[in-house]
């Protein structure tokens, strides 16, 4: 069984996917490059991404007399955390393999040849702009933050109550006295009404946003925030079997897979293209290494089937292209020696697989 290569990434929502957006750089082969321009094809890695619920249950302080005096029958009697998970996206992001960096070469007749790389140095297109690359995105809820201090909404009369009783009763008169006073606005039947709409906008926000605040006194509050952590793969060779990813508590939320406290996200990838074993001589060898240095050499990623489980169900279940399961092959520099009409190829950076090419 083979293992993989693990980075951890934690990531801010914010930046959460900005950060896989690589510019381009057009290079000319000129003289001056003896008309060679340097390129690394990539290994296959996966960005896993979480999107995780954080949810904060805290209790009001009237959250015995809830039931007494606003017929609440659930209110939040105890302050807890739950974590859960909400979503799950799986990006295919390629990254420069040291050791497979080769040479673009054109004859010095060849019309303004010229190739785009990407920052990290992956080639994106010859003889042509490389087109916009998207990336999946998971949608983010927006999150539900705490009411503002309920105390600030105190009468004189509450403030100096003798017990938490008394300050119970008379803050359920008072948000009772706020439900009539939203209900006789709404009927038109307010001593003082709006002059108009905008002071019924503000008059009504001021009312619900009292009302909310003394309420949660008994009720309790609940508040939700949302964020992402992000975890990076490199497979090998071979087929990963159920390893651990990561792990996860509905306390604690997301962990480190050695982290014991949570139960594990499981891993699991599995080869559908057949591995192809020959067995060549050193002429054959010898063939090959000389084709690999006389023209364009490109990926021919193979398949594979990721799969992501989590307390005995599947997160994720999707084929995948797999640079390390595939081949290589050669563009040879000949395509390249048409000085009406240079051919323009476009690759998959992230695969260094070729896209298109137009002649």
Same mark, same amino acid.
């Not at 008072?174 to 001593?191: H, K, M, P, T, Y």
């Given at each position: 069984?083979?293992?993989?290569?693990?980075?951890?990434?934690?990531?801010?929502?914010?930046?959460?996917?900005?950060?896989?957006?690589?510019?381009?750089?057009?290079?000319?082969? &000129?003289?001056?490059?003896?008309?060679?321009?340097?390129?690394?094809?990539?290994?296959?890695?996966?960005?896993?991404?979480?999107?995780?619920?954080? !949810?904060? *249950?805290?209790?009001?302080?009237? *959250?015995?007399?809830?039931?007494?005096?606003?017929?609440?029958?659930?209110?939040?009697?105890?302050?807890?955390?739950?974590?859960? #998970?909400?979503? +799950?996206?799986?990006?295919?992001?390629?990254?420069?393999?040291?050791?497979?960096?080769?040479?673009?070469?054109?004859?010095?007749?060849?019309?303004?040849?010229?190739?785009?790389?990407?920052?990290?140095?992956?080639?994106?297109?010859?003889?042509?702009?490389?087109?916009?690359? !998207?990336?999946?995105?998971?949608?983010?809820?927006?999150? %539900?933050?705490?009411?503002?201090?309920?105390?600030?909404?105190?009468?004189?009369?509450?403030?100096?109550?003798?017990?938490?009783?008394?300050?119970?009763? #008379?803050?359920?008169?008072?948000?009772?006295?706020?439900?009539?006073?939203?209900?006789? &606005?709404?009927? =038109?039947?307010?001593?003082?009404?709006?002059?108009?709409?905008?002071?019924? $906008?503000?008059?009504?926000?001021?009312? $619900?946003?009292?009302?909310?605040?003394?309420? %949660?006194?008994?009720?309790?509050?609940?508040?939700?925030?949302?964020? !992402?952590?992000?975890?990076?793969?490199?497979?090998?060779? =071979?087929?990963?079997?159920?390893?651990?990813?990561?792990?996860?508590? %509905?306390?604690? =939320? @997301?962990?480190?897979?050695?982290?014991?406290?949570?139960? @594990? +996200?499981?891993?699991?990838?599995?080869?559908?293209? @057949?591995?192809?074993?020959?067995?060549?001589?050193?002429?054959?060898?010898?063939?090959?290494?000389?084709? #690999?240095?006389?023209?364009?050499?490109?990926?021919?990623?193979?398949?594979?089937?990721?799969? +992501?489980?989590?307390?005995?169900?599947?997160?994720?279940?999707?084929?995948?292209?797999?640079?390390?399961?595939?081949?290589?092959?050669? #563009?040879?520099?000949?395509?390249?020696?048409?000085?009406?009409?240079?051919?323009?190829?476009?690759?998959?950076?992230?695969? =260094?697989?070729?896209?298109? &090419? +137009?002649?």
């Amino acid at each position: 069984m083979m293992r993989a290569k693990y980075f951890i990434l934690p990531l801010l929502l914010i930046i959460s996917y900005c950060a896989f957006a690589q510019k381009t750089t057009r290079v000319n082969a &000129i003289k001056a490059n003896d008309y060679g321009v340097v390129y690394s094809l990539p290994k296959t890695s996966f960005v896993v991404e979480f999107l995780v619920k954080k !949810t904060t *249950y805290q209790k009001g302080d009237f *959250y015995p007399y809830a039931q007494r005096y606003l017929a609440v029958d659930n209110p939040v009697t105890e302050n807890r955390v739950v974590h859960t #998970l909400e979503g +799950i996206e799986v990006i295919n992001k390629g990254i420069p393999d040291k050791t497979n960096s080769f040479m673009v070469e054109f004859r010095s007749r060849t019309i303004e040849p010229f190739v785009y790389l990407r920052e990290d140095g992956l080639i994106a297109a010859i003889n042509a702009e490389p087109e916009d690359e !998207t990336v999946p995105k998971l949608i983010i809820p927006a999150s %539900e933050t705490a009411s503002e201090n309920p105390r600030r909404y105190f009468t004189q009369e509450t403030l100096m109550a003798g017990s938490t009783a008394k300050q119970a009763e #008379l803050v359920a008169r008072q948000i009772f006295d706020l439900r009539r006073n939203r209900n006789d &606005i709404l009927s =038109g039947e307010a001593v003082n009404m709006p002059p108009d709409g905008n002071a019924y $906008n503000v008059v009504m926000q001021e009312i $619900n946003r009292q009302e909310k605040a003394l309420t %949660e006194l008994f009720s309790g509050s609940v508040t939700t925030e949302y964020f !992402t952590v992000t975890y990076q793969i490199i497979p090998e060779t =071979g087929n990963i079997n159920r390893e651990v990813l990561a792990r996860f508590s %509905e306390k604690l =939320g @997301p962990l480190d897979a050695d982290n014991l406290a949570g139960e @594990p +996200i499981y891993f699991s990838l599995v080869r559908k293209t @057949p591995e192809v074993t020959m067995q060549l001589s050193d002429r054959d060898l010898q063939r090959l290494e000389s084709k #690999l240095t006389q023209g364009v050499v490109y990926n021919i990623p193979g398949k594979g089937e990721l799969t +992501i489980e989590f307390g005995n169900r599947t997160l994720k279940s999707i084929e995948v292209d797999v640079v390390q399961f595939g081949s290589q092959d050669v #563009l040879v520099k000949q395509m390249f020696d048409n000085n009406k009409q240079p051919i323009k190829v476009y690759f998959y950076p992230e695969l =260094g697989a070729i896209k298109q &090419i +137009i002649q």
